[in-house]
């Protein structure tokens, strides 16, 4: 259309060379170093990583999906146990359950936040019930408080999983220090993202962490010598340095998007057949997405498309409609279905000026109403 120029989703390459020649140096610190494994780098971020989401200690892993499943381990949880998740979520969380041998029992979101759901969590647990994964869905903190008290009552592992919430805050608290321990993703994409695959656990337990530690590097605490069996699952020195150097921005970009968010709940507000994403009440979220509900969701969004607006879904599959897991949850989740047919995420991040966050608020609007 006339005077559309366009406003991408993610443009990772513009975003890294903000930031090119801290992250060249990092790079060639690390080469000149001859040290790529367990050295100084991942020592570095792995303390500023902790102190930041205010947690005693952190183990950088090869990726966030390991960074649940070596946690729930750590925990020891495992087969014949049952871990309460949101049926609303990547379908990583789930497999990271699965792969930790035991059983996700997904739980409906709340339909205004998207988030797990404490009632529907409370009314779930049963004898085999081991643990609750917390997602911070889209950036939103979950509610923590009311988790952690389910958890206490039936003496349950409370696990965060923070892949998309990194800075994120309830009742000014960081993300990562509401539980036993939290697992991030540094997947690319996220709020803090490495240059490939990277995870992170945090927690205030040395012990667990120590066992985390151990599992990711082959079940050893000395060289040679396995005590558990253990998988490779290790952050390198050459990611550590390079999320260093992002980790110094994070607070500035996280509070970029929350500027576009006000924009786009101001702007969208009132928009006949849009859903806005609803706000945790005492919440900062970071908004890793903002996530819109509409009917219709694939017209609508090739119509943005059409205007020079790219979108992404997520999740157009629910995890328990997925083949890896349809045969075994043959239930309707009658909530998670419907949000699976109708989200869409527009763009966002630290790049989205005011007149691109503008654009897109108009092409929706006239999308939704073609």
């Known amino acids: 259309m006339p005077g559309m120029t366009g406003v991408p989703f993610h443009d990772l390459a513009a975003a890294h060379a903000d930031l090119a020649g801290e992250l060249e140096a990092s790079v060639r610190r690390v080469l000149a170093s001859g040290r790529y494994i367990r050295g100084v780098e991942v020592e570095r971020f792995e303390r500023d990583f902790a102190r930041y989401c205010g947690a005693a200690g952190a183990v950088g892993v090869g990726n966030g ?3 649940i499943m070596l946690t729930l381990l750590a925990m020891g949880i495992g087969g014949g146990d049952e871990v309460l998740v949101s049926a609303h979520t990547s379908i990583a969380t789930w497999l990271a359950v699965t792969h930790s041998g035991a059983r996700p029992v997904p739980i409906e979101p709340d339909p205004h936040t998207m988030l797990i759901d404490p009632a529907r969590v409370e009314s779930a647990v049963g004898p085999r019930t081991a643990a609750i994964v917390a997602v911070h869905l889209y950036g939103m903190p979950a ?70 530690r151990m599992l990711a590097n082959y079940g050893e605490r000395e060289r040679h010598r396995s005590e558990l069996r253990g998988r490779n699952s290790r952050l390198d020195e050459l990611q550590a340095a390079l999320l260093s150097v992002k980790l110094e921005q994070l607070d500035d970009g996280n509070a970029h998007r929350r500027r576009r968010a006000d924009q786009y709940l101001g702007e969208l507000s009132g928009c006949p057949g849009l859903q806005l994403p609803g706000v945790v009440e005492d919440a900062l979220p970071v908004w890793h997405q903002f996530v819109v509900r509409v009917q219709g969701r ?73």
């Open 143 to 212: 509610d923590m408080d009311a988790l952690a008290t389910i958890a206490d009552r039936h003496q349950l592992a409370l696990l965060e999983d923070a892949s998309q919430a990194h800075g994120a805050r309830l009742r000014n608290r960081p993300v990562g220090s509401l539980s036993d321990a939290a697992a991030f993703s540094l997947y690319p994409t996220k709020n803090l993202g490495a240059i490939g695959d990277a995870g992170v656990v945090v927690s205030g337990d040395a012990e667990l962490l120590g066992r985390v």
């Open 65 to 67: 999906l390991d960074a």
């Open 298 to 370: 694939d017209r609508v969004r090739e119509e943005l498309a059409r205007r020079g607006v790219e979108t992404l879904v997520h999740y157009p599959i629910a995890p328990h409609r997925a083949p890896a897991y349809a045969s075994d949850y043959p239930e309707a989740l009658p909530i998670t279905e419907e949000l699976a047919a109708t989200v869409l995420s527009l763009p966002i991040s630290p790049r989205l000026g005011e007149d691109s966050c503008a654009e897109v608020c108009r092409a929706l609007v006239a999308a939704v109403a073609t």
